[in-house]
């Protein structure tokens, strides 16, 4: 009863560091999305995939890039991480849409030194 | 910019006493959704609501959904320490825009 799989759950890195997230759903949705949530901010957008082969950005996608490996996999690559990306990191699916109830997984802490 | 907005912020109370948290917006949405989310995990979908007026029930947790579909609230009665989480609103407005409000932070202790 998996649902979405995150990985790492936990992540220090240095300023200039470069690392990939990843993300599973075994739901056989077809959108799936990248989150990050900060204090006081809730939870924002960063890219989205509405179906396989699709991605597209979403409120704060700058410093980021996604992959949408199949319709499974969706990871979220930091190419040279800044300490304003430390965040929690969350990954969602829906089984068509942003409209549609959203599962989550549990989360990537990553802190950027 | 946040199209929704949540009140209260932080909400402390103890267990047996009612509460209400709010969702507003001034842009008309087509559906509305309700979260909780705990420590250390994911959100989790509470209901959806689709039509405006509509009132839907899940257990001591009463959702309201506005007549003009721009405004959501959430009621527990009798709240108990299982209550306590994030509850975030998130929604579809009319032009295709979907985003999360900033959350309520409710603690309820025994």
């Known amino acids: 009863n998996a649902g979405v799989t995150q990985t790492p759950k936990f992540q220090v890195l240095k300023t200039g560091q470069s690392m990939t997230l990843q993300c599973a759903q075994d739901?056989?949705?077809?959108?799936m999305y990248w989150y990050r949530q900060d204090p006081g901010m809730g939870l924002r957008l960063i890219y989205y995939?509405?179906?396989?082969?699709t991605t597209d950005k979403g409120e704060v996608p700058n410093g980021y890039n996604v992959s949408r490996l199949n319709k499974r996999e969706f990871s979220l690559r930091l190419e040279s991480a800044a300490p304003s990306q430390t965040s929690v990191y969350f990954c969602a699916s829906s089984a068509w849409g942003d409209g549609q109830p959203q599962h989550f997984g549990d989360g990537t802490r990553l802190s950027i030194l | 910019t946040q199209l929704l907005e949540q009140s209260p912020q932080f909400l402390s109370i103890q267990e047996g006493e009612n509460l209400t948290v709010y969702c507003n917006s001034s842009?008309?949405?087509?559906?509305l959704q309700w979260y909780r989310q705990e420590p250390g995990e994911g959100p989790v979908l509470l209901v959806t609501?689709?039509?405006?007026?509509e009132v839907k029930k899940l257990k001591r947790l009463t959702f309201q959904f506005g007549d003009a579909r721009k405004d959501s609230s959430l009621h527990i009665t009798a709240a108990q320490p299982g209550d306590t989480g994030l509850y975030l609103c998130?929604?579809?407005?009319?032009?295709?825009?979907?985003?999360f409000g900033a959350g309520t932070q409710v603690v309820v202790t025994p």
């Open positions: 842009s008309v949405f087509s559906s």
């Open positions: 995939s509405a179906s396989e082969g």
């Open positions: 739901m056989n949705h077809n959108s």
């Open positions: 998130a929604g579809t407005d009319s032009w295709g825009k979907f985003q």
């Open positions: 609501v689709v039509t405006g007026g």
